[in-house]
């Protein structure tokens, strides 16, 4: 553990500026969650971080830009004098040593006292679930610091570390799901947006009726405007297919891009899917086959994939499926209707990005599922809108020729959507707007603007991207 230790202590201010800096030396722009963690290290300065907070764990899919993060907090507690210590549990892991083991080092060389700081500290662990006894040290670390405000420790790690979790720890700590990025950062990260702040389309999901969303549309159509025309012309196209995770950002080769998310989707069925128990050798074979069958079908039953994969039961088949939506890559969209109609009936499976389902097809995609990447925008923004929202769910309509959508708001009213890439017509909408009294209907993918029946909005795509 010495010379293990004392290399890399001495490697540390390198490796952070590699997450930091770009290859010219240029700063990485911050992802919007780096503002959160940035106004809870302000609060450990002013000895005003709330006992929940001393934890921070950062869950999400592989390349959102957990391990970026933690390296600018790095830097920000630096520039702040606070004591700051960076460890990798997965090289940890490779070089025999745990969480505690290294801990023990670090008192004795800082003189650093677990139980009492005495100054102003902050401990980053990446990839705490290498660390098989993660949560208890986790735990401990509270434990024995709940007399001070001077110790606070952010880690990220796989989202399936969840259902790992001790149950004491889980409420003892923070926990955020970094999710890809919306269209606003990807234009600010991938250098494409000027210095104009975004506007703010999310009202569209928020307000009490549709003549509200329309008028608000209106008045602020010139501002979307701008905001686009300064835009390159393929900046949406380029969302769709790689703008969801940062560390694309310096890939330009299409090829080598679609390779690489390609090696994310086997990462997660390889190293977190893979951790989690009561999974057999031969159902985790078919994970990747499972998820391009989810990227190629318009309309999924648990009857196809079964046979597709050749599964014995449909046990089998809603166990791989949870283990993808555990990760991340998959987000569930149930059917809605009561509890047992629920049950009875397939839930739709979208992406997490458009991107995993444009490589998972080789960019090929057919036309039969091509308007399903702007279902996963929607599915995203609901995701980012409604986060920690007691009560705000999002159900798909089964019925035949109904609109796509219905969301739930934590007021438990809501509100029917219809997505597409380019639609004008209304008439899945009503029915739909009827059978779950929806306060108002909207359709994402019209040309113009306008306002329908009074309780129907027409949207271009674009306002939904900036949601």
């Known amino acids: 553990m010495d010379e293990f230790y004392k290399l890399w202590i001495a490697g540390l201010q390198r490796l952070m500026d590699s997450h930091i800096y770009d290859p010219s030396g240029k700063p990485y722009p911050t992802r919007d969650d780096f503002s959160v963690l940035s106004a809870r290290l302000e609060r450990l300065l002013s000895g005003k971080l709330s006992e929940n907070e001393k934890i921070s764990i950062l869950t999400g899919l592989r390349g959102t830009g957990k391990s970026t993060l933690l390296a600018q907090l790095f830097a920000a507690a630096s520039e702040k004098r606070i004591r700051t210590l960076y460890i990798d549990a997965g090289r940890l892991m490779l070089e025999g040593f745990n969480l505690n083991d290294f801990l023990k080092k670090w008192e004795d060389d800082a003189s650093f006292e677990s139980e009492r700081p005495m100054r102003k500290t902050l401990l980053l662990i990446d990839e705490v679930h290498y660390d098989e006894n993660w949560g208890l040290f986790l735990k401990s670390m509270f434990d024995r610091n709940k007399s001070n405000t001077d110790l606070m420790i952010v880690a990220t790690g796989s989202s399936a570390l969840k259902i790992k979790i001790n149950p004491d720890l889980g409420r003892r700590a923070v926990f955020t799901e970094i999710l890809p990025l919306h269209f606003r950062e990807f234009a600010r990260i991938f250098g494409a947006s000027t210095d104009r702040k975004a506007p703010d389309t999310s009202f569209i999901f928020s307000s009490v009726d549709a003549k509200s969303i329309f008028k608000k549309a209106v008045d602020i159509s010139a501002e979307v405007d701008r905001y686009y025309s300064a835009l390159p012309v393929k900046a949406v196209e380029n969302y769709m297919s790689f703008g969801g995770l940062p560390v694309f950002k310096h890939i330009n080769e299409p090829l080598l891009m679609n390779n690489a998310i390609k090696s994310i989707v086997e990462s997660v069925i390889v190293r977190d899917i893979t951790a989690m128990k009561g999974y057999k050798a031969q159902a985790l074979s078919k994970l990747y086959s499972l998820a391009c069958l989810i990227a190629e079908s318009e309309k999924i039953t648990l009857e196809k994939l079964s046979d ?28 809605y209707g009561r509890r047992h109609h629920q049950t009875r009936k397939a839930p739709k499976l979208l992406f997490s990005h458009p991107l995993f389902r444009e490589a998972l ?5 057919p036309g039969r599922v091509a308007g399903r990447k702007y279902e996963e925008v929607l599915a995203a923004s609901f995701r980012r809108c409604f986060v920690g929202s007691f009560g705000a769910e999002m159900y798909f309509d089964s019925a035949e020729g109904s609109a796509d959508y219905i969301i739930k708001r934590p007021d438990r009213t809501k509100i029917t959507i219809e997505v597409s890439a380019s639609k004008e017509y209304i008439n899945q909408i009503p029915g739909t707007m009827k059978k779950s009294s929806s306060v108002y209907g909207l359709l994402i993918g019209s040309r113009e603007i306008s306002l329908v029946e009074n309780n129907i909005v027409k949207l271009p795509i674009k306002y939904l991207l900036l949601a």
């Open 308 to 335: 597709s994969l050749k599964l014995a039961d449909n046990r089998t088949l809603y166990g791989l499926i949870d283990g993808f939506v555990m990760s991340g890559l998959i987000f569930p969209v149930k059917s």
């Open 361 to 365: 097809l080789e960019g090929a995609v």
